[in-house]
Nanobody
Framework: VQLQASEGGLVQAGGSLRLSCTAS????????MGWFRQAPGKEREFAST????????NYADSMNGRFTISRDNAKNTVYLQMNSLKSEDTAVYYC????????????????????WGQGTQVTVSS
């Protein structure tokens, strides 16, 4: 199983960045997907999740309205579009997969996820 995230990068505050994560070796089409992040000196925190049916999603309060999660099951890829970035968004971002029997189930706890990507650094300069 592999979850390969795109390279993050350095972006100015107020800017945008899109992360992608491509899965292989797992049943992506029946896997809920999530994004988490971990800032230096802090615990990993939930960012966003999307059901495998694609019709249900959830965001952490601090990201709601700025981040958009989406997925393309034909490409085994989940995306996180991040707009209006702030310095506090600086973190390593991780994608995660949860095989689920429920089409529109979403998961916001890290412990729920079966597989994790390696993480990608996003740095927002103020």
């Amino acid at each position: 199983v592999q979850l390969q995230a795109s390279e993050g990068g350095l972006v100015q505050a107020g800017g945008s960045l899109r992360l992608s994560c491509t899965a292989s070796g797992l049943p992506f089409s029946i896997s809920a997907m999530g994004w988490f992040r971990q800032a230096p000196g802090k615990e990993r925190e939930f960012a966003s999740t999307i059901s495998w049916g694609g019709s249900n999603w959830n965001y952490a309060d601090s990201m709601n309205g700025r981040f958009t999660i989406s997925r393309d099951n034909a490409k085994n890829t989940v995306y996180l579009q991040m707009n209006s970035l702030k310095s506090e968004d600086t973190a390593v971002y991780y994608c995660a997969a949860k095989v689920s029997p429920r089409r529109e189930a979403v998961f916001s706890r890290a412990a729920d996820y079966d597989y994790w990507g390696q993480g990608t650094q996003v740095t927002v300069s103020s």
